[in-house]
């Protein structure tokens, strides 16, 4: 059994930052990409960011030069650091692993999501 959960989300004022962090825990055999995504009220869930195992990073158009995502693979855990937090940034922050358990294929796991408000 898997577990992926996020933490770090909060109240921030515009110009803030938050870091996020998500741990993937239990029979793991082994990590590949790690990712987030967010969805604001009324919207679709987008990508915010990704990495790969070799730690090639992606990020959407929105969040680049803002948002720094990175990994540890020896607590296969993820980070989000996020500066410059605008208002538009409000949204449940999900964390996704793809992953492999033993006797399994690969496939992606979902964190709860951890919200993050930007407020005047």
């Known amino acids: 059994q898997v577990h992926v959960v996020e933490s770090g989300g909060g109240l921030v004022r515009p110009g803030g930052s938050l870091r996020l962090s998500c741990v993937a825990s239990?029979?793991?055999?082994?990590?590949?990409?790690m990712a987030w995504y967010r969805q604001a009220p009324g919207r679709e869930r987008e990508l915010v960011a990704s990495i790969s195992t070799t730690r090639f990073t992606n990020y959407a158009d929105s969040v680049k030069g803002r948002f720094i995502i990175s990994r540890d693979n020896f607590a296969n855990t993820t980070y989000l650091q996020m500066n410059s937090l605008e208002p538009e940034d409000t949204a449940v922050y999900y964390c996704?692993?793809?992953?492999?358990?033993?006797?399994?294929?690969?496939?992606?796991?979902w964190g709860q999501g951890t919200q993050v408000t930007v407020f005047s």
């Open positions: 996704v692993v793809d992953l492999a358990i033993v006797g399994r294929q690969r496939e992606g796991y």
């Open positions: 239990g029979t793991i055999h082994r990590i590949y990409t």
